[in-house]
């Protein structure tokens, strides 16, 4: 968990470029140093995880708890709390630089989110290997991810936490995942069954479409039925009646 320890660091090193944006009547940091011109004008112009957002709105539901997988700056672990309570929410980011910003941005706007800075893996590759995993920090956080490519990085370790476990610890029903290329080796092979609602965004640019068709066949195979209505082409939305 994240104490605020991370706000007092996040304060000490402050420059005069940070400002805040209104999205959807939360208020957001901006600290160009992390958040690139692209990231920052679609928070201005209210596009900033539209679709997430917007399906959020429309399948969570008081009584849910939510697993925000990459919750980035909070943006969607902030919209989860608005429907399920702040207390039902457990937000996971591998970036240590997005800690004190999602931090900031939960105390500014009320929302007393729990925050882990974890990498969750599926538990039959943690029974396998539970140490730190490798997380590659780019000029950007939306391309930092744990996919090594030729893009120059910085690598840092990052502890690792087993998904089924901390599922059934808190009693999760859904999950939230944007992972940056990373959902095809955390879901493959997870045990969903404590699951009935899932939003999942794919990014056949890094895992290839095969592997995109994989873990939909997958979710199809284990009685998740997608959300037609409200799913795009990589942002998907998945429900099924409680194992």
Known sequence: MINQEHIFTFFSNANDDIFELNIRNFRIIIDPKYVSPRITYLIASQRYEEVECNIIEKVLSHGDRVIDIGSAIGLTAMMASRLV??????????????????????????????????????????????????????????????????????????????????ISQVGANAILCDIEGGEFDLLMEADLSGLNKLLIELHPAIIGPNRCAEIKEMLRLKGFLEDKVNSTKTVLCYSRIRL
């Open 85 to 166: 309570g702040p207390s039902n929410v457990f937000a996971f980011e591998a970036n240590p630089e997005l800690i004190p910003l999602a931090a900031y941005n939960f105390i500014n706007n009320s929302v007393e989110v729990t925050q882990f800075n974890n990498i969750l893996i599926n538990r039959k590759s943690f029974e396998q290997d539970a140490s730190d995993r490798n997380f590659y920090l780019r000029e950007h956080y939306f391309s930092s991810s744990l996919i090594p490519d030729e893009e120059p990085a910085r690598e840092v370790k990052i502890r690792s936490r087993c998904l089924e476990d901390f």
